[in-house]
């Protein structure tokens, strides 16, 4: 015995006190002579080569950004930049801050496009001829297909509010429709019930005469939101390339997307900017007005045949928003239903469209008709002025406000009075006067009655291009991961700071627990006597430390997956986008990142603790770990506000570090008969089994016995611990996705 006891391990070996045979140390290892634990500092060697590799793919896609851009692909170098811009070259030096359109020759309609009131249909259509042939494609060789609309005393109520009420007429293919009204007069529930996102109270809808619900087309049908609802991290090109590849028939190709959305930049004048960031209110990319021709865009890569747009030209400035217009006007002519709500318009754009529907507050018809008739009809037939030096469309406005200015010097005219002239007498009037100076047009069928087979054979054919519409499951599911992927590669800041942020947890735990060795216990028979104070209460202690510090460096990080993005599922959703494809892409694409930063807590941890098991085990406990954390923070940005969930991660994440079974011991809580409350929280398995392994090595030497007895842990026990930790985390995400799909559902529609 006093050979053994005076015997120290061999310089490559470790002996735990009380043991008489040395442990051979694991590669990249550091164990001098009379070591009792390994230093091991291969994880470290891993992660800085990962990191090297990373780092250098991060670099290359950058230098691939810049060269789309036309710039060098030294850009990316910081010394480049410095030296191109002593030589006077102020160009973007990094594709966040690419700079904003001036408006300059670049940011230019083509001269036909602003030439457009002079301009007759062949000449508008050769404007937008790129996008023909990609919409004839795309509508199985039909180039006459048109989706024509009409609606009969359409009504929708709120308990006992009327928000809209007898609602009637019809938007024709070809045409473009305003929708104009005062603030809170029920433009955007009109535009809602039209396309089913609300379920109307009574009315009539029919696509081409025939009774349908425009929901069940909404593959076929773009909606643009007011707001600019696209991911800032993408370029323009990407952007609606995404849209394109998720929306379009599953069988097109990728060279077929591809010239549609060539086409669709062309179009919409976005060619110069196709490699430019979106951006944001910190990091600048495209303008205004780009950012609202993008978000048009996003819906005609969908080759819609109706697209609604809700005020597209609120918040430009009036040139940008005359621009805007004029492309949704030359855009009708490809055969599009284009309807439009619009507020306050300058003359020179209301007069862009070519019918507008008026409603006056309580959601009720003022008129509805062409634009060219309105004033006259407001003048001639209600009594209305319209002064010279005015803005024929404010005065519109007015009126429908009840402001409007009277011939005579009395009061203005009543609102139920002007309803009610239009329901009596000014729809007919209307209506006669489109009839004789129509030329070509041709009345639609009223609903219910017997329709032409030419429409009968269009809605089945609409009918089709719903089932052939959207890639399949695993190409969305692919798709979702991938531009979650470039996404994670343009804001390398966010993933560096998790990366450090999951080092230093790792250093700061490491160095904490750093200890000759990291328990002593009561001896086996028959040696108790000789035993020391145990310390059974410092690997209980540390497995809660481990799950705070776990919870520290995942927590907020998780939340960034979807708690920025849930604006951007909600309207890709409502276009028919597959909600489970998109959620496991996202999923997907973070395990990577959470291997990241595992992979860098572990390698700083085991090099200062020394760990007495296989290190393998170690990296699987803190992914798993994390990887759980990443599951609550999911559940948390589904039903939390995005200010708020990272707190409230964050204080979840301590909940489960603390109900480990240290404290209180699960021991006690069996006792108390609330041990299953325990079940629900990661860091008790993790905790349970780290304590489990890091005794394993002492079985010989130590009765286990008491220091299971202390907490109330099983041994032995690590690999049900690993499978109830890969449950809970799949549990967490799929009670996520549940979440996602069942709150806010009328904005998913």
């Not at 696209?230 to 190709?253: F, G, K, N």
């Amino acid at each position: 015995i006093t050979h053994y006891l005076q015997t120290k391990s061999p310089e490559g070996y470790y002996c735990p006190s009380g043991t008489i045979t040395p442990h051979k140390c694991r590669i990249f290892s550091y164990c001098p002579t009379g070591s009792i634990g390994e230093v091991n500092y291969g994880f470290i060697l891993l992660f800085l080569a990962i990191d090297a590799i990373v780092f250098a793919y991060l670099i290359m896609r950058k230098a691939h950004d810049y060269t789309k851009q036309g710039l060098p692909a030294f850009t990316v170098l910081p010394f480049y930049s410095r030296w191109n811009n002593k030589r006077g070259y102020r160009s973007a030096l990094k594709l966040e801050y690419a700079p904003r359109s001036t408006g300059g020759a670049g940011d230019d309609l083509s001269s036909d496009l602003d030439g457009l009131g002079d301009l007759d249909l062949i000449s508008i259509v050769s404007n937008v001829s790129p996008l023909i042939e990609a919409f004839r494609a795309a509508f199985n060789g039909r180039e006459n297909l048109r989706m024509n609309l009409k609606f009969n005393q359409l009504k929708y109520s709120l308990g006992e509010k009327v928000i809209l009420e007898g609602i009637s007429g019809e938007m024709q293919a070809g045409k473009m429709t305003a929708i104009l009204g005062p603030s809170g007069a029920g433009k955007t529930s009109f535009m809602n019930v039209l396309m089913g996102k609300v379920a109307r109270t009574s009315g009539q809808i029919a696509i081409n005469g025939i009774p349908a619900e425009m929901h069940s087309f909404r593959k076929i049908i773009g909606y643009v939101p007011q707001d600019d609802i696209m991911l800032q991290e993408l370029t323009v090109r990407e952007v609606i390339h995404y849209s394109a590849r998720t929306r379009l028939p599953r069988d097109w190709s990728g060279r077929q997307v591809d010239e549609l959305v060539d086409s669709i930049l062309k179009v919409l004048n976005l060619e110069h900017v196709a490699h430019m960031l979106i951006g944001d209110e910190v990091n600048r990319g495209i303008s205004g007005g780009q950012r609202k021709r993008v978000n048009i865009a996003m819906e005609l890569a969908a080759a819609p045949l109706t697209i609604f747009l809700d005020e597209p030209t609120s918040g430009l400035d009036s040139t940008a928003a005359l621009k805007v217009s004029k492309i949704l006007r030359s855009i009708s002519r490809v055969g599009l239903t284009v309807v439009a709500i619009v507020h306050q318009p300058r003359i020179e754009i209301f007069n862009t469209f070519d019918n507008v529907l008026m409603i006056v507050p309580g959601g009720r018809t003022a008129y509805f008709g062409p634009v060219k008739r309105a004033q006259s009809y407001f003048e001639n037939s209600l009594g209305f002025v319209f002064n010279r030096d005015s803005n024929p469309a404010d005065v519109l406005m007015d009126i429908l406000s009840g402001r409007g200015k009277m011939r005579h010097e009395g009061p203005s005219m009543r609102i139920d009075a002007i309803v009610k002239f239009w329901e009596t007498t000014g729809r007919e009037q209307i209506q006669s006067t489109r009839d004789n100076n129509s030329g070509s047009f041709r009345s639609m069928p009223a609903i219910n009655s017997v329709c032409d087979e030419a429409d009968v054979e269009a809605v089945r054919t609409m009918a089709e291009m719903v089932n052939t519409r959207g890639a399949s499951f695993l190409q969305q599911l692919w798709n979702a991961h991938q531009r979650s992927i470039t996404q994670q590669s343009r804001t390398f800041g966010h993933l560096a700071m998790e990366i450090w942020v999951g080092t230093l947890s790792g250093l700061i735990m490491g160095v904490a627990g750093r200890a000759d060795e990291m328990y002593h216990g009561v001896l086996v028979s028959p040696y108790q006597q000789l035993s020391s104070n145990p310390n059974e209460w410092f690997l209980g202690l540390y497995g809660t430390l481990i799950g705070v510090a776990v919870a520290m460096a995942g927590g907020p990080a998780g939340v960034r997956l979807f708690g920025e993005e849930r604006v951007i599922f909600w309207r890709e959703a409502a276009s028919g986008h597959n909600a489970l494809a998109y959620y496991l892409g996202k999923n997907i694409s973070a395990i990577y990142r959470v291997a990241l930063s595992s992979l860098h807590f572990t390698g700083v941890y085991v090099f200062f603790s020394k760990p007495t098991f296989a290190l393998e085990y170690q990296y699987a406990l803190v992914f798993l770990n994390f990887f759980c954390i990443y599951g609550i923070a999911v559940v948390v940005s589904m039903s939390a506000r995005r200010e708020n969930a990272s707190l409230l991660t964050v204080v979840l994440g301590l909940l489960c570090a603390i109900f480990d079974g240290f404290a209180p011991s699960l021991r006690d809580a069996r006792k108390s008969g609330i041990d299953f409350l325990f079940t629900v929280f990661p860091n008790r398995w993790a905790a349970e089994a780290q304590y489990s392994l890091s005794l394993g090595i002492y079985s010989h030497i130590y009765d286990l016995r008491y220091a299971t007895e202390y907490f109330g842990y099983e041994l032995n026990k690590t690999g049900r611990n690993m499978i109830i930790m890969v449950a809970l985390a799949l549990g967490y995400r799929i009670l996520g996705f549940i979440l996602l799909v069942s709150s806010h559902r009328d904005k998913q529609r």
